[in-house]
């Protein structure tokens, strides 16, 4: 049987597509690379299976939208109904196909239904990442209940799958769950990204570490509420669907998904972090300071509590310490004395600034900060003027469960955007701010994508209007972290956790998606208050060194060995932001499960970083070595530990490194790793390494 075959691929990887009469193209290779010289219609040939007893005349492929017209008894990729409910059981043909260099437009059409589907594949030459994007176009007015972006089948000798969850304070939690007969199924109806779903997903097997192993990685690129099915079918194939989630679409006549990213990775799960890293930082994120400025953020040293006097202070202060932007946080406008009150009425409170914010600002200004400041645009409390002129702006039920004592915002509506756009522009015209810190903190009370798209317009043009304003994303911490938003910001908060203990697990496993750049981490108050943990300086100025850094607490509170342990580590971030900023992280794997360690590494290998943590007590009593990965084996390595000074009195011993530097080869860093010297639990040694 003669097919159509295409090929995207690169150096890394391969992706072949096959098209059988006609029919949507089925994924019949996805892998490592191929050496250019198979045959795509052998191929083609290959991967059709057999037949046997209880089973259809022919198997319905797993194709980028599987069809329920081709008895397709798995998820289906598309789920739509007419005007009158009726279910439409769409059978495509193949119309055309648009190719670029790095990128593949197929369009199929049922011309019975008047529908049309394009599939849009591309392959990041770069990053070597691929987007995948589905679209739905239809002459009648339809309801979908589900369009997936295109649907990838996973090979059998995977066989896991590493899932996120989380909750606030802890997001990015990671579980590691095997394939089994049915689906998975992940339908995230809060209409944001959330705390417990990340949209990512990677396939892998029981070998697969952080540094060996391979891996098929995926993101939707979507900040609104997703779908995530992670199917087995009773014949034994596997396939992974990502859309939109369930109930967020309306009627219309055109529809897309969002983009859905995917790598494949020989080299672990860190092959396909950095592709995913990479894209974010390189190709994704505009608009960035550079050099990245060490953040300061007011929200945990004064609350809603705000003073000219006390934050010009504070500014000093942070200042001292090597802050070069200071953000004002939530309470500066209208009479927002507490969470109660005053979301939409986005005006200076002259109560608490009665020459307005000029005053402020021109202090952080003399001290060489930029300043920054809260909005949360998308939310309004029912004690606001807003809410009193315009009851009917709330998207929901009047009679809804309120969240943190407020409603939302329906930015499906354009006066609402508007408005929203007005007031902001308005604050940014008439005071000289460089950044915004963008918060949501409520789930949505229903599902909707237009929720989503109308976010995405008011956030473009706001950049547009304002394109050297920094913008980041923050949804009570976490919540809305995904590649959809930071095509529109320039930063993400990570956690509302500034535990610096949290921080090191939440961190670790968001670099399977994130760079530091992007990645906000701050040094928190003494007594953290999420958790009321007390967590030394050290631990807690280095932990938010590994990403970008920045303070929130009051700087009044710290002594004197407090002051000058923060201010060592932050001028070592100066000193090499240049190149962490741009660094690839790789997640090392610890053979002590008490130590969590990650190894941050030049573009050009020349220069490396490890920051090891160990996390609580370790069940036996030396180290065990910490290994490095990604370096020329037949290199060699001069290390240094960069705070050996804080080596403890019951580390007796004399291990070389806490004496002096060594030079070794890459392999024996990566074969035997380095022994570093015993410590209390709750502290991180710092190692620095370059090529010679």
Wanted: aromatic share 8%; charged share 25%; hydrophobic share 40%.
């Amino acid at each position: 049987m003669q097919a159509k075959t295409w090929h995207l691929g690169d150096a890394r990887q391969s992706l072949v597509l096959a098209s059988f009469a006609g029919r949507l193209p089925e994924v019949i290779y996805w892998g490592p690379a191929l050496p250019g010289k198979d045959d795509l219609q052998l191929l083609a040939a290959a991967s059709l299976t057999d037949v046997t007893g209880g089973m259809v005349d022919r198997n319905a492929g797993i194709s980028l939208s599987p069809e329920a017209s081709q008895t397709f008894t798995g998820h289906a990729g598309l789920s739509i109904r007419d005007t009158d409910g009726n279910i439409l059981v769409p059978a495509f043909l193949f119309e055309s196909e648009t190719t670029t260099e790095n990128g593949l437009r197929l369009e199929y059409s049922d011309s019975h239904h008047g529908l049309t589907l394009i599939c849009d594949l591309s392959l990041t030459a770069e990053a070597s990442l691929f987007k995948l994007q589905t679209r739905l176009e239809s002459t009648n007015v339809i309801l979908v209940d589900w369009l997936a972006a295109p649907v990838v089948p996973v090979p059998a000798h995977t066989g896991e799958m590493i899932e996120f969850s989380g909750r606030w304070c802890a997001e990015f939690l990671t579980r590691r769950l095997p394939f089994s007969p049915g689906a998975r199924v992940r339908d995230n109806r809060t209409g944001r990204t959330d705390h417990a779903h990340f949209p990512g997903l990677i396939v892998c097997n029981g070998a697969t570490t952080n540094t060996q192993g391979e891996a098929y990685s995926f993101h939707y690129g979507w900040s609104g509420g997703h779908k995530m099915v992670a199917e087995e079918l009773a014949d034994g194939r596997r396939h992974i669907q990502f859309g939109h989630a369930s109930s967020s679409k309306e009627k219309g006549k055109a529809f897309q998904s969002a983009p859905l990213y995917a790598t494949y990775s020989a080299e672990g799960l860190n092959g396909a972090a950095i592709q995913f890293q990479r894209y974010a930082r390189d190709r994704m994120v505009t608009g960035a300071r550079s050099p990245r400025p060490v953040h300061y953020n007011c929200w945990e040293a004064v609350y809603f509590d705000h003073k000219i006097s006390e934050l010009k202070s504070i500014a000093s202060h942070a200042a001292g310490l090597g802050a070069e932007r200071f953000v004002l946080d939530d309470g500066w406008f209208g009479r927002r004395d507490d969470d109660t009150s005053s979301l939409g009425d986005w005006f200076v409170d002259e109560r608490k600034y009665p020459d307005g914010l000029t005053p402020l600002i021109d202090h952080v200004k003399s001290l060489g900060m930029e300043f920054g400041i809260w909005f949360e645009p998308e939310m309004i409390n029912e004690d606001s003027d807003l809410y009193r002129a315009h009851s009917d702006w709330v998207l929901g039920r009047k009679d809804q469960t309120r969240g943190r004592q407020q409603l939302v915002l329906d930015m499906s509506r354009e006066d609402v955007r508007s408005y929203l756009y007005d007031r902001i522009a308005d604050i940014l015209k008439s005071n000289d701010i460089g950044y915004i810190k963008w918060d949501h903190n409520r789930v949505l009370p229903i599902v909707a994508a237009a929720q989503t798209i109308g976010v995405y317009e008011l956030l473009d043009r706001l950049r547009a209007s304002f394109p050297e304003v920094e913008i980041e994303s923050c949804a009570s911490g976490g919540a809305r972290v995904d590649f959809g938003i930071l095509e529109r910001t320039q930063r993400v908060w990570l956690s509302d956790s500034n535990d610096a203990l949290e921080r090191q697990r939440i961190q670790h496993d968001a670099a399977l998606f994130l760079p530091g750049a992007v990645t906000g981490s701050h040094v928190g108050p003494r007594r953290c208050h999420t958790s009321g943990r007390v967590l030394d300086m050290k631990l807690r100025a280095w932990t938010a060194a590994q990403r970008h850094m920045g303070f929130e607490m009051d700087p009044r509170e710290l002594d004197d060995a407090e002051t000058a342990t923060l201010c060592d580590a932050t001028n070592w971030w100066k000193a090499n932001r240049d190149w962490t900023m741009q660094a690839d992280i790789h997640r090392l794997d610890s053979s002590d499960p008490a130590v969590i360690a990650e190894q941050q590494m030049a573009r050009d290998g020349g220069r490396f970083v490890v920051f090891a943590v160990l996390a609580r007590t370790s069940d036996q009593i030396l180290p065990h070595p910490v290994r490095l990965t990604g370096l020329d084996p037949d290199a060699m390595y001069s290390v240094s530990l960069a705070n050996r000074n804080e080596a403890p009195r019951l580390s007796r011993g004399n291990p070389l490194l806490k004496e002096k530097d060594i030079e070794v080869s890459g392999r024996y860093l990566m074969t035997h790793g380095l022994i570093l010297p015993w410590r209390f639990p709750e502290t991180i040694w710092v190692l620095e390494g370059q090529r010679l």
